[in-house]
């Protein structure tokens, strides 16, 4: 598959469920079920019919791609809300489907140093306040934000390239009001123009009773590829080319230099934070060079 940028998206006329969920389970051959996520109130099969793959949520829709292809036909129900179906198509499913089109997609906020664009990235587990230290850090001067909860990256002649992925800010409320934002409003990020490299990775960790206000330590390569690992977006783990990829594309993306970053979560002592942060990952933000150029 050549270079690209973003999937093509072909929004079709509504198929009725109950026909569409017969037909699959007669017709395809089932490749798992994804637990329904808090987006979700059902849980989303996936399917192999032929060349093409479908993820199908009884009620919702579903949509159809191959992996020759950046590109999907979406399909929904014809009594759900069609804000509501585009938004499980774009933030619950296309992450995912990226595996099969040679992309990973990591649950991870991220910042870009805007003279040098090597890319901070930051993951941890929900609640850990990656959105917050991105965002935060972001509207400090030569820094922006690139990404809310979803980056994209593949391996490129054993490097780690990312790619822009569309996503907006969407800020937990008691974040949104210390910024003085709407937290319902969404922001859309723009991805730099120039060329991007990551430049490291940090494991976000909230400890209530840490003494001080960060704690900062690097991660050993085989810790940073579990902990990326578990926040990673996958279509199934019964394709085994694509998880296959998976592993290595990981692998690639923990010999960033990573490190854990404990802190106290209080807005009271947020900027102090992202002082200690800013102070950490300046360093190697501005270093000419990163690992994966």
Request: with cysteine; hydrophobic share 45%.
């Amino acid at each position: 598959m050549g270079p690209w940028t973003e999937a093509v998206a072909h929004w079709a006329p509504a198929l009725d469920s109950v026909a569409q969920s017969r037909w699959l389970a007669q017709e395809g051959v089932r490749l798992g079920q994804w637990a329904p996520t808090p987006l979700e109130s059902a849980p989303t099969d996936c399917f192999q019919v032929d060349q093409a793959y479908w993820l199908w949520q009884a009620g919702v829709g579903g949509i159809r791609f191959r992996a020759d292809r950046p590109e999907f036909f979406a399909f929904p129900c014809p009594d759900v809300e069609p804000a509501r179906f585009k938004q499980v198509v774009t933030r619950s499913w296309l992450p995912a489907i990226y595996q099969v089109w040679g992309r990973q997609v990591v649950h991870a906020s991220a910042v870009v140093r805007e003279k040098s664009g090597n890319v901070v990235a930051f993951v941890g587990p929900s609640g850990a306040g990656k959105s917050t230290v991105a965002y935060g850090l972001g509207r400090r001067a030569g820094w922006q934000m690139v990404s809310d909860d979803t980056l994209a990256f593949s391996r490129v002649d054993g490097r780690v390239a990312l790619h822009p992925l569309r996503q907006a800010v969407r800020l937990r409320p008691a974040t949104a009001g210390h910024y003085g934002t709407t937290g319902d409003a969404s922001e859309p990020l723009a991805w730099p123009r120039g060329a991007v490299a990551l430049a490291c990775l940090y494991v976000l960790e909230v400890d209530p009773g840490l003494v001080g206000t960060t704690r900062l330590a690097p991660l050993s390569g085989a810790e940073s590829f579990r902990l990326a690992l578990e926040q990673a977006f996958a279509l199934s783990l019964n394709i085994p080319q694509h998880n296959r990829e998976l592993m290595l594309d990981y692998a690639a993306l923990a010999a960033a230099p990573s490190f854990r970053l404990v802190y106290r979560r209080s807005f009271d002592i947020l900027e102090n934070v992202l002082d200690d942060l800013e102070a950490h990952a300046v360093v190697l933000a501005d270093a000419t060079g990163s690992s994966s150029r």
